[in-house]
């Protein structure tokens, strides 16, 4: 890797970031692959650490390099590994069991209590030159889905599995709480899955215009009003019936979570995919009468970045509309700042070594500028 680049993005301290070269990371065992890191977009949780140095009990302690939605081409290959060579394209998963504990034995590796987890303190993450990862996290990715679609498939996985974790069935009616990536990404894999009515909520009107345009059947802004008023005009504007199949929450916020529960139906099953505060006020009567199944989500476990990449290389999932620009290495920090103002659903820093050309080399303001003109005829927020 003479010559190359390793230049990484660093958290020092809240709203204290930094660009550091460090040396090229080396593989650790002979099933480790080296990467190097082509396309990488930012998260809630990146920009979460960002500005507030902690998500409940993970705080940034030390420099962190911040990134964990990456797709990257493969550089070097350890003795062992037998499925990847140099040259090949893939997306990244992020995080890192023991594979040897009951959970990830049991399958659900996601749960692991030694997971390493980029960009989750202490652990570095991918806004970096290079990554070396485990050959069996590293995903190739098939001819007709590009770096920049790989550096989707993150988010992607963690909607594949909020839906999962609901169950979603052919006809099933489903309600998105949250129009942000997560939702958005949520109502495309559920229609995927075969919901006929999959009903995107928000608090912001240019949100729900972009959902209608990508995956939603319906659209509804969420009321100040208190909650089981706010579940009744929404059955009744999305024409719910007895309330919704499944209802997942990918916003976080507690009055969506509250009028999540009084718009399932009786039997119908609620997931909580969003994260916002770790403590709030319940509607526990109405999970009891109406005998609710409810489920957490996190991350993503076996199976999900898989039929991610299906998804998307089957046309199923179109996460190149989400992308309102890709801006260079340096420009790190703006697109955070972007991200924070909540001016662009998903943004891609190129790699340090990226080459970007043409209309590719956007500034974070030139990508401002085309969301604008996309929201002007319903292409984004
Ligand atoms: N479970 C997991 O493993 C996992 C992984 C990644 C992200 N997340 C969480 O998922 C959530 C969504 O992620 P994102 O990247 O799309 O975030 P985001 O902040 O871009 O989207 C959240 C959306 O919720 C909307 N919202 C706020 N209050 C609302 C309300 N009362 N009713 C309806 N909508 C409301 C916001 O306007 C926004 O569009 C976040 O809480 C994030 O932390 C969870
Ligand atoms: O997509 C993965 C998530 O962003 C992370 O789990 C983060 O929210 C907590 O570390």
Known sequence: ??????????????????????????????HDVLVAVNYTGICGSDVHYWVHGAIGHFVVKDPMVLGHESAGTVVEVGSDVTTLKKGDRIALEPGYPCRRCGDCLGGRYNLC??????????????????????????????????????????????????????????????VVMGAGPVGLLCAAVAKSFGATKVVSVDIVQSKLDFAKGFAATHTYMSQRVPPEENAKNLIAQADLGAGADVVIDASGAEPSIQTSLHVVRMGGTYVQGGMGKSDITFPIMALCLKEVTARGSFRYGSGDYKLAIELVAAG???????????????HAEEAFKKVKEGQVIKILIAGPNEKLEGELDTTVDEAKAKANE?????GCC
């Open 113 to 174: 209590h030694k997971m390493v987890f980029a960009a989750t303190p202490p652990y570095d993450g991918t806004l970096t030159g290079f990554w070396v990862a485990p050959f069996d996290f590293c995903y190739k990715l098939p001819d007709n889905v590009s770096l920049q679609e790989g550096a989707l498939i993150e988010p992607l996985a963690v909607a594949v599995h909020i839906v999962k974790q609901a169950r979603v069935q052919p006809g099933n009616s489903v």
């Open 1 to 30: 890797m003479e010559g190359a680049s390793n230049l990484s993005f660093v958290l020092n301290k809240p709203n204290d970031v930094t660009f550091e070269e460090r040396p090229v990371p080396k593989l650790q065992s002979p």
């Open 316 to 330: 199923k999932v179109d996460v190149k509309k989400l992308v309102n620009g890709v801006v260079s290495f340096k």
């Open 374 to 378: 996309a929201q002007g005829s319903g």
